[in-house]
T-cell receptor, first 114, second 119 residues
Framework: NAGVTQTPKFQVLKTGQSMTLQCAQD?????MYWYRQDPGMGLRLIYYSASEGTTDKGEVPNGYNVSRLNKREFSLRLESAAPSQTSVYFC?????????????FGPGTRLTVT | AQTVTQSQPEMSVQEAETVTLSCTYDTSESDYYLFWYKQPPSRQMILVIR??????QNATENRFSVNFQKAAKSFSLKISDSQLGDAAMYFC????????????????FGKGITLSVRP
């Protein structure tokens, strides 16, 4: 049981390049999330997917797109990377329903845009 | 919208002593969950402790306990017998308890506090 996995762990992009961050969970969770972590800012929600086939914007969605490929996978795409997107990106998942509280996090991706 | 405030960016504690990390939040909801997450240098987010707002009893997990003051909207974390492995960034987080949709299961985080442990 791997939990939440993310690839890659590190990435360096040049301004204007595109890339997709991959996330997968094997806990049969309904909901998945993408956060970014910046120094002094905590974690901020970019996009989330309540269930397979649905996605919604979070607090900081500009410059990103997401795809909920199936129940297991939720990808984050940067179409034209900017230095302001230099950050650590976390994927998380959670179940829904009574008694379900916790979000489980992946190991994060450190992205640098030069 | 809910907000979570951690006003102390850094704290330090001597090994084996006790430290308290502060967190306040603002919400108009009556039912919600509060969490403390630990992020060590490995970057992995680890759930430390959880508190349900409808429970009056403060949550405890081994050396970690909370002081939950619902009226004051305060949720502090006490670490007893501090160990070198407790050195990390700690985040306070809020989650609505209303409904079971993805929107209500979002976490709102504070900015975090960096805890160092002196040997």
């Amino acid at each position: 049981n791997a939990g939440v996995t993310q690839t890659p762990k590190f990435q360096v992009l040049k301004t204007g390049q595109s890339m997709t961050l991959q996330c997968a969970q094997d806990m049969n969770h309904n909901s998945m999330y993408w956060y970014r972590q910046d120094p002094g800012m905590g974690l901020r929600l970019i996009y989330y997917s309540a269930s397979e086939g649905t996605t919604d914007k979070g607090e900081v969605p500009n410059g990103y797109n997401v795809s909920r490929l199936n129940k297991r996978e939720f990808s984050l795409r940067l179409e034209s990377a900017a230095p302001s997107q230099t950050s650590v990106y976390f994927c998380a998942s959670s179940s829904l329903g009574e008694g379900s509280y916790e979000q489980y996090f992946g190991p994060g991706t450190r992205l640098t845009v030069t | 919208a809910q907000t979570v405030t951690q006003s102390q960016p850094e704290m330090s504690v001597q090994e084996a002593e006790t430290v308290t990390l502060s967190c306040t939040y603002d919400t108009s909801e009556s039912d919600y969950y509060l969490f403390w997450y630990k992020q060590p240098p490995s970057r992995q987010m680890i759930l430390v402790i959880r508190q349900e707002a409808y429970k009056q009893q403060n949550a405890t997990e081994n050396r970690f306990s909370v002081n939950f003051q619902k009226a004051a909207k305060s949720f502090s974390l006490k670490i007893s017998d501090s160990q070198l492995g407790d050195a990390a960034m700690y985040f306070c987080a809020y989650r609505s308890a209303w409904g079971y949709t993805g929107a209500n299961s979002k976490l709102t985080f504070g900015k975090g506090i960096t805890l160092s442990v002196r040997p």
